[in-house]
């Protein structure tokens, strides 16, 4: 622990010329496939949407979920179902 230091011989003159480099924008196309792998939220317009029901009990809510699951289809599937069905029988206007 006695040891003296000194001071390294560096020729910070040598580095006026050094630039970093100007970092590349990667490809549309590449950022989109990268974003879409790694989960990464997009910046762009999405087509889908998003629709809360509430209801007074959980009976109707249940029964949905019951009948979306006996039929292995997802919330908006199932919807969709029941509103063409709704609407054929002309109940829909």
Partial sequence: MGEERT???MD????DDFAPKKPKKPATDVRQ???KVSSFPSREAT???Q???KAPD??????????CKQDRRKYYDMLEILMD?????????
Wanted: zero cysteines; glycine letters at 18%; hydrophobic letters at 40%.
């Fill in 58 to 67: 959980g009976r109707v809510l249940e029964r949905f979920k019951a009948m």
């Fill in 51 to 53: 629709m809360n029901i």
């Fill in 7 to 9: 001071a390294l011989n």
């Fill in 33 to 35: 496939a990268v974003d």
């Fill in 47 to 49: 087509t889908e949407g």
């Fill in 85 to 93: 069905s709704y609407e054929a029988k002309g109940q829909g206007g």
């Fill in 12 to 15: 910070i003159e040598g580095l």
